[in-house]
């Protein structure tokens, strides 16, 4: 899984705004809608997901949520449901969004087994402490990239390689999809 958000504090690129201010003054129908500004506005964003969908996800598929929140509360959610014959366990850290982490305790209380890795002075999960970590009923590690609030850049690479080697079902939540 791959999720980009782009941080709040990011100015957007100038063409990007001009793209936006075009699409919202002529072309703003439904892209859900069965008349002609409804299937011009579906045409241009089933073009825009294929171009994405070939850059980032080749045979896969971009789903596209109102934000980060949705996004974190879909990915976890669903892949616990998805993999709960598996097991139960899911690893995050102590210092995830509020979005991961709300939604960790959602299901911790649905019956999952969430632990919260401790980070070390610099704001770091150890690659280590995620491997110790894990076990046969692991199903999910979410580790964010980049911290908002510290600017932390985690481990994921070597995280995501001790979670590959330890047990390729378990789903990685991390930028790189790896």
Known sequence: MIYLDNSATTRQYDEVTELMYKMAKENYGNPSSLHALGFDAGNILYDARGEIESMLAPGGQVIFTSGGTESDNMALVSTARKMKRRGK?????????????ETCRRLADDGYDVEYL?????GCVSPEDVADALTEDTILVSIMTVNNETG????????????REFNNHVLRNDSYGL
Request: glycine fraction near 0%.
């Open 152 to 163: 932390a850049i985690q481990p994921v690479l070597p995280a995501s390689k001790a979670v």
């Open 89 to 101: 366990r899911i690893l995050t850290t102590r210092i995830e969004h509020p979005a991961i982490l």
């Open 118 to 122: 401790s980070v070390d002075s610099s």
